[in-house]
């Protein structure tokens, strides 16, 4: 009733058997997404300096810069100067957000740098959104 299955299975269950593609490490999954959580950070990081320059937003971008190079193995990530064209609120929801995710990762791979970062964005980044906005006088 049914066809045999004539072709050797693209999935190999049998163990010590070796596939043709190379696995990576739980370890090296970790590395891959918590440089991307903070290289997503410094894009937006990057974004919120355009519209409002700071010393600590300028100190922020070069740590996350240096941890995103240090986690590539020496790959410095793209930076690009960016007309921003989302609301400053806006950023710094996003950029919580993403800090919150890259924390999520550090800690899962127990890396104390990447954690004490992210935190410290997530509450400079709450901080910023907490503060009471003037209202413009019509």
Same mark, same amino acid.
């Given at each position: 009733m049914y066809e045999p299955i004539r072709t050797k299975s693209v999935h190999s269950t049998m163990a010590g058997t070796t596939s043709d593609f190379p696995h990576r490490s739980r370890e090296e999954?970790?590395?891959?997404?918590?440089?991307?959580?903070?290289?997503?950070?410094? $894009?937006?990081?990057?974004?919120?300096?355009?519209?409002?320059p700071s010393a600590d937003l300028d100190t922020a971008a070069e740590r996350l810069a240096g941890q995103v190079t240090l986690l590539r193995g020496g790959g410095a990530p793209v930076r690009a100067t960016l007309i921003a064209s989302s609301e400053v609120t806006d950023l710094h929801?996003?950029?919580?957000?993403?800090?919150?995710?890259?924390?999520?990762?550090?800690?899962?791979?127990?890396?104390?740098?990447? $954690?004490?970062?992210a935190a410290e964005r997530m509450d400079a980044h709450a901080a910023a959104l907490a503060e009471p906005r003037e209202l413009a006088a019509h």
């Open positions: 999954e970790l590395d891959i997404q918590l440089a991307g959580h903070l290289a997503a950070l410094l $894009a937006v990081t990057d974004e919120l300096r355009a519209l409002a929801r996003h950029a919580h957000a993403v800090a919150g995710r890259a924390l999520l990762v550090a800690a899962s791979r127990a890396d104390t740098a990447s $954690a004490i970062l």
